[in-house]
Structures are given as structure tokens and as C-alpha cells.
């Protein structure tokens, strides 16, 4: 269970940051470091495991007929990458405590980051890939609340928009890519997808899974031409982009490929994607980052172009290069968050980030220019750093594919980006720190306090370390790492610092050197670029790409919408009139079948004519809005009658109970309706919309036709024969809803909070001017509250309360449940309401409905999830039968808290509507009281 620890506790922590950060802004940056290394703590019993070769699964099982299980896998990837998520999470937490401002809501931004963090956790923890998916999702809705946590900032918006907007329609297509992927390999387990690579790349959707898998993790990682959306992520504060941006984030679209990376690769399609696609990212980002004038921009561009060369190591498809591209991760990791950071101490302590501005800056921070001369060495491949290394593996891996087709392009394109590399490097250094002094800088700048400095000095001395003694220091989880990505031993290789003078040698040479030319000539290299270089902006493009997408989208809207709701039902309804139609076109000859009809009886035909009548009444009359809704009444009164007809007790008891709510409902909607609605409609509009109400009403008719003069097989067979022995109740109905299908019931109580807290939130603190009097000039009943009427109610409530929990703990076994009998109890206390008055009601009913709400979501949640405990499927429910004294036999059942959580749910959310519309009422009543006094 340690495994779903680690993915959860990050979340939970968030919300405990939240709560603690109003004692102060170090109890944030403490509750958030205590969070993390309790996560850490808990992956530290497995590690032992990871490192004994082994895969650690847990597993939970949630909807077996589905194939989802909540399950997780560590592995040596997974594990590589959780200790980058946690280790450099710590050290984030330290830095943004320094480097948040007074003015900034500390709370708020480690709440946001430990649902980051636990995101992405999550994806590299995931054993199913629907559920990897979900994490997935979470990172892009995360990110983008922490780019844009400067909300006050156009930039920062407008960012994190293009972050959730690029990254979102990534996830969307990684969605399709999976579920292919799953149908191909008939499981979503990633057991099965990593051991099914032979089968799944002779598959015919091999290739369109392929495309949609690799989208999403282009997209993720900012691959060309997907690249645009990380230097406009920028805007974001600098923690945020040394975290997402350099270790955790943009990682999960590498992560992705070499998670998938032996069930995908190893055929043309994947070599020349990847590879292609990693290679045009190496080029031109390497490219732009040498003419960056923002210092975190540079860093940007650097991220991009090596997360190119970590997708064009992949792409190359040898275990080598595999070993190549999780080597780089790691370094590119270690050194490029130090880079972030040390540029996040100089916007802070110099006030800006414009390279033109910062000049000379060694003279007054030393010990940070030395910390970013060691990173920016590292990022540029010099030998004795630790980038060195894995760009050095690269150059070699590209000199294998030098015999193929034009297989020399790989290294002479390998050997440019290097060259570019080096020179925007050297140009971090020597324009920032040298190149004479500062120009107008907003401050004087000066070294950072200590603490924040810790964080890249941690940082640095891994560089060195790494790039001096990698043997000792990274080869022991860079073995299991590739282990995991290659799921088989790994292949001969040497980590030393020195080789010799082999090509790979030659061509780091030459990439110095020519780095350093490149750097020293670089006047007329950014008079070409400042020509053409606007004139290749991916943002210009996504841009108009978006504003197409709104004035596409508005001219539809403006010709089925145009303000109109009969616009928009008439459009409605002929393209359900269409599909019907073409549907009988097809097969005009299937519209009867020959299965015999019931006999009609007299209580039949007499509800059916009671039902026409009403309805037909209630479209006549529509305009006599009162009316119109006894009508509509009598139209609910009547299916009931209907359901007990057909014994359907539950359904109808709900019927009833729902229309009580729904009439209490209109009449508190219709006080500040008129009594009688103008015409809106002309006399050939209302001819065309009967023609289309008969036509409608026509081809619903003829489908039922069609539907009920047909043999059918019905499902309830297996509901009836396991409803007892499976979920211990004898009403079928309730089962379905509390087990069967309470997956179902769950979301539905979900949508349904959602929706009372969303009316609530329109509701509240609005004020509306009531209707004084009618139309006729006749004055409201100034007897609010009439004794007789008050007295009554109060004399019902607790009869009215009683029946509820009668329903409520019978509805296993007979008609009733907690829906039902959330309904009554809500009807019980409205009625309080209306008959007493607002003040009156609130004075004696002190239970905060929002409470109410969380505690029935919480209970059914619990009581699912209490099924794990015991290995079984979420929502499995369990029953006994008891004997007590007086009382006798007594069933006692978990699905009876989940139905309780039901009924909390249902009452919380009806009062919390009612109560409120009732509140409207009552300001909007004192508003004219005021009025008529002044």
C-alpha cells in the first residue's frame, strides 16, 4: 500500500498546507517540506526491491469488468523519476521560501505545487494507463495553475492558457492512443502492454496508436513544433519553471517513451518519428536559445532542445541509446534546475532578466556567478561536468547509424547542435557576469540570503561529482533506471571520463570550439536572426490558430444560438428529427414487429387520457404560468400512476417525492415571474413549431412502436436471481443503485452536489425585485405565515422525519432508500420554511447544508473504499444478519451507509437550493418593505 501512499500524500498535503497557512508563511514552506519527505519516507521501504531487480506492483481492484484497476509499479524508471520529483521538490520547497515575496499567498503556492508533485508521481507510479492518463491530466491542470499564480499578470494568463491548451489537446489524443492500445493488447496493465511488443507492432492500428501516443508526449514535452508553449510558460515564478521546466513536467513526455519504449519502438514507424521529431527540436531550439535576450527564455530554449536530444536518443531505437537518453535525464535534471534557480537569484536580487541590462555582475555576486559557471559548463558538455558524459554517449550513439542512407546527417546535425549549445552557454556566462557593467538595473545587486543558495550548491556539487566519479556516484540507479525503460539486462557500457580519441572525442572538440567561434561572431548571426526570426514564430501561428477556432465558433453560435433558446430547440430538434428519419429509411419495412401487445384495461386508457389532457393543456395554457404548472403536475401525478400501474414502487415513490420538490421549486421561481408570459412567438412561427412538436411527437411514437412490438431480452433476470445472494436485499431496485451500480449512483450524487453548490453560488447574497402585485394591480397576501398553516407543519415535522427514516432503513429490502427518503426529509424541513418564514427556520435549523453535502460524498466515498481493505472491488458491498434481543433477526448491510451518504447528499443539496431561492425571496420582500417606508 506504500506505493498508493506515496501518489496520495502530496494531495492530502496540499489541502493541509492550505489549512495551515494562516499561522504563517513558514509554516507553509515546513507543512510542505514535511509532506514530501513523508512521501519519501514511504517509498524508501521499496527501494531495496527496485534495486534487487525487481518490479513492485500493488494492486487494488476498482472496476474489474473494465480492466481499470487502481494499481501501481516501481521499477527502476519509476523510481529514478520519483526521487527526481521528490529530491528536487525539497529543494524547490527551500529555494520558493526565499524567493516568494511578502505580497505572494505562500500557502496557496505550495498547495498548488504538492498537487503537482503528486501528479506526477502518480504517472510514473501508474500500473494501468487509464489511470496514468488521469495523473497525466492532473499535471496540465495543475501547471497551469501554478503559471499563472501571478494571476495579476496578462503574461502569466495568458501562458498558463497556452500551457493547458497545447499540453490538454495532447492528453486528449494520448486518450485514443490508449484505449487502441488497450484493445490491441486486450488489457490497459502495463505488464501486459511491456511483454506484448511483437503483437502490438503487427497490428493494423499500430500505426494511428502509434501517431496519438506520441502526440500526447510531444505535446507534453514540448517537441517542434509543439515547442512554443514552454518560453511563454516563463511568466510563471521561477520555482515553478526550475521545477516543471527542467525536472518534472516537461520530463513526463521522456518519461512516456521510455515507459512505452519496448512495447512501441523497434520498427521504421518509431525511428522515424521519434528520431525526426527529436532531431528538428535539437536544431531549432539550440538555434534560438543562442539569440534569447531573457535569461529564463535561454533556459527555455536550452530545456527544449535537450529534451530533443533525450526524443532523438530514444528514436534510434538501440539499447545503448536508451541507456544514452536516461543518462541525460538524469544530468539534464541536475543541471538545469541549478541553471533556473541561479536565474531566478539574479532576477531577484538585480530586478530584471533582460541579458542586455545584466552586465558585470561578478563584481557583485561572486559565489552565484560561480554556482551558474559550473552549471552553464555542464548544460555546454565540458569535460569534468557531468553533461559531459551523456552528450558524449550521444555523439557515439549517432556514429552508428553513419552507414545508413544519409546516416552522416545524425552526427554533422549532432555536432551543430553541440556548437549551439556551447554558445549560448558561453554567452549565459559572459554576457550576465563579464561584458563590462550593468545598464540600468532596478536594483543593486547583491547575493542572495544563505538558504537560498543551498538548493543550487546541492545542485553544483552533483555536477561535479557526477561528471568526476560517475561509477560511484550515478551508476548504481542509472543501471536499474535502464533496466526498467529496456525491461531486459542491460548492454556493455563504460561511464568513464575518458575514452580516448575517439570520434565522439572529436566531436565534442569540435563542438567547443565551434561554440566558442560561433559565440565571437555572433553580431552577424543576430542581425539575420532579428530578420528572420519573427517571421518563424510557432506563437504567431498558435495564435492565429486560436482566434480562428473563436470567430469560427462564434459564427456558429450566433446562427443557432442568436439569444434564442426556441433558436436553439428548433435546431435541436430537426437534427434528432434527421437521424430518426434516416434511420427508418434504412429499414421502413421493420417498423412492426410480431410480438403480441397487452390488452388495454379502463385505469390504463383513463391515466393515458388524463396524461394527454394535461400535457396537451399545459402547451395550450403555457402562457398562465401557474397553470401551466398544476398542469405539469398533474402530468407528474400521472406517471406515477403509471409506475404503480406497472409495479414500480420505488420509481414511483421518487416521482412523487421529485415532483413535491420540483412544484415547491417553480413556486418559489415564479414570485418573481409575472403571472402570465408575453407572446413571443407570431402566428406562422407557432404553425411551424406544431408541425415540428407532431412530427417529433410522431417519430418518438413510431420508435416505441418499433421498440415494444418487438421480442426483447431482458437484463432483470440476473439482477432478480443475484440480488439477494449478491448484495443481501430484496428490493432489486435499491441493490442496483447501492451495488450493482453504485459506481453510477456515486457520480450521480457527485454531479448532483456540484450542481447545488453551483445554483448556491448564483443564489447567494443576489437580490431580485418581487413581484408587489399582479398584473391586475391586486396586492400580495400580506399574511405571510398563516397560524393555522404554521402550526400544522410544526406539528408534521417530526412524523414527516420519522417516515424518512423508515424509508431510509428499509429501502434495502423494501420500496424506499436513501434518495427517496432524502427527498421527504427535505420536503419535511421546506415546509418549515415556507410555512414559518426564512429567520424563523434558520434560527432552529443551524446545520450548515455545505457540511451536509461533504459528509454524505465523504461517507459513500469511505464506504467504497472500505471494499479495498478487504480485496475486493471499489463499492463491493458486504451484509450479516444479526439477532437481537426483542427485536430478533436484523440484517445489517455497508450498503446501508452508502445510502446514507445518498441521503445526506440529496437533503443538503435540495435545502441548499430552496433555502436560497427562499432567501432571494426574503431580501428581495425587505428591499420593497424598505422601499414602501421610505
Not at 503 to 515: F, Q, Y
Not at 617 to 630: A, D, E
Not at 669 to 683: D, G, R, T, V
Not at 719 to 733: D, I, K, Q, Y
Request: hydrophobic share 55%; net charge neutral.
Amino acid at each position: 500500500m506504500n506505493l498508493l501512499l506515496v501518489a496520495l500524500i502530496p494531495f492530502a498535503g496540499g489541502i493541509f498546507i492550505a489549512s495551515i497557512s494562516r499561522f504563517g508563511r513558514l509554516y507553509s514552506a515546513w507543512g510542505a517540506g514535511a509532506v514530501t519527505l513523508l512521501a519519501l519516507a514511504f517509498l524508501y521501504p521499496s527501494i531495496a526491491d527496485v534495486f534487487a531487480e525487481q518490479t513492485v506492483t500493488q494492486r487494488w481492484r476498482w472496476i474489474p469488468m473494465l480492466g481499470l484497476d487502481l494499481a501501481f509499479r516501481l521499477d527502476g524508471l519509476g523510481l529514478l523519476f520519483s526521487l527526481l520529483i521528490l529530491g528536487i521538490g525539497i529543494l524547490i520547497i527551500i529555494y520558493a521560501r526565499y524567493y516568494l515575496s511578502e505580497r505572494d499567498d505562500m500557502g496557496r503556492f505550495y498547495a498548488y505545487l504538492m498537487m503537482f508533485m503528486g501528479s506526477m508521481l502518480g504517472i510514473v507510479l501508474s500500473e494501468n494507463v487509464i489511470q496514468l492518463l488521469i495523473f497525466w491530466e492532473l499535471t496540465s491542470l495543475s501547471s497551469f495553475l501554478l503559471i499563472s499564480y501571478w494571476q495579476q499578470r496578462h503574461e502569466s494568463r495568458s501562458g498558463a492558457r497556452m500551457a493547458l491548451a497545447v499540453t490538454g489537446g495532447g492528453g486528449l489524443a494520448l486518450l485514443g492512443g490508449f484505449l487502441l492500445l488497450g484493445e490491441i493488447c486486450g488489457s490497459y496493465d502495463l505488464s501486459v502492454i511491456l511483454a506484448s511488443g511483437d503483437s502490438i507492432s503487427q497490428h493494423p492500428w499500430y500505426l494511428p496508436m502509434l501517431i496519438l501516443v506520441l502526440l500526447g508526449a510531444f505535446t507534453k514535452s514540448a517537441q517542434f513544433p509543439f515547442h512554443f508553449w514552454l518560453p511563454n510558460a516563463m511568466a510563471a515564478p521561477t520555482p515553478v519553471s526550475a521545477y516543471l521546466h527542467s525536472a518534472t513536467m516537461v520530463k513526463a513526455g521522456v518519461f512516456l517513451l521510455a515507459r512505452l519504449y519496448p512495447a512501441l519502438s523497434g520498427t521504421p514507424e518509431w525511428f522515424w518519428l521519434v528520431s525526426m521529431t527529436g532531431l528538428a527540436t535539437l536544431l531549432i531550439a539550440a538555434y534560438i536559445a543562442m539569440f534569447e535576450h531573457d535569461l529564463k527564455g535561454l533556459l527555455a530554449y536550452s530545456t527544449i532542445s535537450h529534451l530533443g536530444l533525450i526524443t532523438l536518443l530514444f528514436g534510434m531505437d538501440t539499447p545503448l541509446a536508451a541507456v544514452a537518453a536516461v543518462f541525460h535525464i538524469i544530468n539534464h535534471a541536475i543541471f538545469k534546475a541549478s541553471l533556473f534557480m541561479a536565474a531566478g537569484i539574479i532576477d531577484h536580487e538585480a530586478g530584471t532578466r533582460d541579458m542586455r541590462r545584466l552586465r558585470g555582475l561578478w563584481q557583485f555576486m561572486p559565489h552565484t556567478a560561480s554556482l551558474s559557471m559550473v552549471a552553464a559548463a555542464s548544460m555546454a558538455g565540458v569535460p569534468l561536468f557531468n553533461g559531459f558524459l551523456s552528450k558524449e554517449m550521444f555523439f557515439a550513439e549517432t556514429l552508428h547509424h553513419i552507414n545508413h542512407p544519409w546516416g552522416w546527417l545524425m552526427p554533422v546535425a549532432a555536432t551543430l547542435a553541440g556548437v549551439f549549445a556551447v554558445a549560448y552557454s558561453l554567452r549565459f556566462i559572459h554576457a550576465v557576469f563579464f561584458s563590462g557593467a550593468p545598464v540600468d538595473l532596478p536594483k543593486t545587486p547583491h547575493e542572495p540570503p544563505r538558504w537560498m543558495k543551498v538548493p543550487v550548491e546541492l545542485l553544483i556539487a552533483l555536477c561535479l561529482l557526477v561528471g568526476m566519479l560517475p561509477a560511484l556516484t550515478v551508476e548504481p540507479i542509472l543501471g536499474v533506471a535502464a533496466m526498467g525503460v529496456l525491461q531486459g539486462p542491460l548492454p556493455d557500457h563504460d561511464l568513464a571520463i575518458w575514452h580516448g580519441f575517439n570520434p565522439a572525442v572529436w566531436m565534442s572538440i569540435i563542438a567547443l570550439t565551434g561554440g566558442i567561434l560561433a559565440y565571437l561572431g555572433r553580431k552577424p548571426l543576430s542581425v539575420l536572426h532579428d530578420h528572420m526570426g519573427s517571421r518563424i514564430d510557432f506563437k504567431l501561428f498558435y495564435n492565429s490558430l486560436i482566434d480562428w477556432l473563436f470567430r469560427t465558433a462564434s459564427q456558429i453560435t450566433r446562427f443557432l444560438n442568436a439569444n434564442s433558446l426556441q433558436r436553439m430547440v428548433l435546431v435541436f430538434m430537426l437534427f434528432i428529427m434527421a437521424l430518426g428519419v434516416t434511420s427508418f429509411i434504412d429499414s421502413p419495412s421493420a417498423l412492426t414487429g410480431d410480438r403480441q401487445l397487452l390488452s388495454m384495461d379502463a385505469v390504463s386508457l383513463l391515466i393515458t387520457i388524463i396524461l394527454i389532457i394535461a400535457a396537451l393543456g399545459t402547451v395550450i395554457m403555457h402562457r398562465q404560468r401557474l397553470v401551466s404548472l398544476i398542469l405539469l403536475g398533474a402530468v407528474g401525478l400521472g406517471v406515477a400512476l403509471v409506475f404503480i400501474k406497472f409495479s414500480a414502487p420505488d420509481l414511483a415513490l421518487t416521482q412523487l417525492s421529485v415532483e413535491v420538490v420540483t412544484i415547491v421549486l417553480m413556486l418559489l421561481a415564479l414570485y418573481f415571474l409575472p403571472q402570465y408570459s408575453p407572446k413571443e412567438s407570431s402566428n406562422p412561427a407557432r404553425y411551424r413549431d406544431a408541425l415540428i412538436a407532431i412530427a417529433a411527437g410522431t417519430g418518438v411514437s413510431l420508435l416505441v412502436w418499433a421498440i415494444l412490438t418487438r421480442p426483447y431480452q431482458t437484463i432483470a433476470d440476473y439482477f432478480l436471481e443475484n440480488s439477494m445472494p449478491g448484495g443481501g436485499g430484496a428490493n432489486v431496485v435499491n441493490v442496483i443503485l447501492v451495488d450493482f451500480r453504485g459506481y453510477d449512483t456515486l457520480g450521480e450524487i457527485t454531479v448532483l452536489a456540484l450542481a447545488g453548490l453551483g445554483i448556491y453560488a448564483m443564489l447567494h447574497q443576489l437580490k431580485l425585485s418581487g413581484a408587489e402585485a399582479d398584473q391586475q394591480g391586486r396586492s400580495w397576501d400580506n399574511d405571510m405565515h398563516p397560524l393555522i398553516m404554521a402550526s400544522f407543519v410544526r406539528l408534521l415535522l417530526p412524523l414527516a422525519l420519522l417516515v424518512s427514516v423508515y424509508i431510509l432503513l428499509r429501502g434495502h429490502n423494501f420500496p424506499g432508500g436513501g434518495f427517496i427518503a432524502g427527498l421527504i426529509t427535505a420536503v419535511a424541513l421546506i415546509m418549515q420554511y415556507l410555512a414559518n418564514g426564512v429567520s424563523w427556520a434558520q434560527a432552529r435549523l443551524t446545520v450548515n447544508m455545505h457540511t451536509v453535502i461533504s459528509a454524505g460524498l465523504l461517507i459513500a466515498a469511505l464506504t467504497g473504499l472500505a471494499s479495498w481493505a478487504f480485496d475486493h472491488p471499489f463499492l463491493t458491498s458486504t451484509f450479516g444478519h444479526l439477532n437481537w434481543p426483542v427485536i430478533g433477526e436484523f440484517e445489517l448491510a455497508s450498503a446501508m451507509a452508502f445510502d446514507l451518504g445518498v441521503y445526506l447528499v440529496v437533503v443538503g443539496t435540495t435545502l441548499l437550493i430552496l433555502i436560497y431561492l427562499g432567501l432571494v425571496h426574503k431580501e428581495s420582500h425587505t428591499t420593497h418593505v424598505r422601499k414602501r417606508i421610505r
